[in-house]
């Protein structure tokens, strides 16, 4: 049976790949990212500096109550498959600060992923293979190492880059 699950993906990885201009995945393993289901911008072109305006989910934060870094600002959710959504947040305070932040907020100081470009992971349930896609997880990532000028982030004709991205996986509940 695991051979006929094989195409379907390849097929579904090749098409989202060929739809349009690409957008960065922020995490190795994560899913095609989506064209954004936000209406286009008005025609006015953006202004420097100006922040990017996605309409973030209900609260301004991700489901059940996972905190969000105080500055981030939502980016967009995407489906995770199985039932899950993971949120992107965008922020300029420099990666370290973030991780504290999470360090200091969740009471556990997480797991480094990676050390260069820098990625914390602090875990926020226990992951269910046979019915997650994503362990419920705060992500920290460093987009601006090795003199990257960021995390671009486009909804219509407006642009913002950060520097740190936050990825956020919700715990759920899974039926037993």
Known sequence: MGSIETPVRVT?????QSAGTPRPSPFPGSAPARPSEQAPAASAPPVAGQPLVVEPPKGGKAPEGTPVYPSAE???????????????????????DVVTYYKNTLKNGGREIYKAPAMQQFDLGKFQDDAMAFPPSVVVKDYTWNGSAGYLAAVG??????????????PTTVPR
Do not use: C, H, M
């Open 12 to 16: 579904a990885i090749v098409s989202a």
């Open 157 to 170: 004709t407006t642009e913002k880059r950060y520097r740190t991205i936050i990825q956020i996986v919700p």
């Open 74 to 96: 939502f980016i967009d959710s995407y489906d995770a498959g199985l039932g899950q959504r993971y949120y992107l947040y965008g922020s300029n305070a420099p990666y370290a």
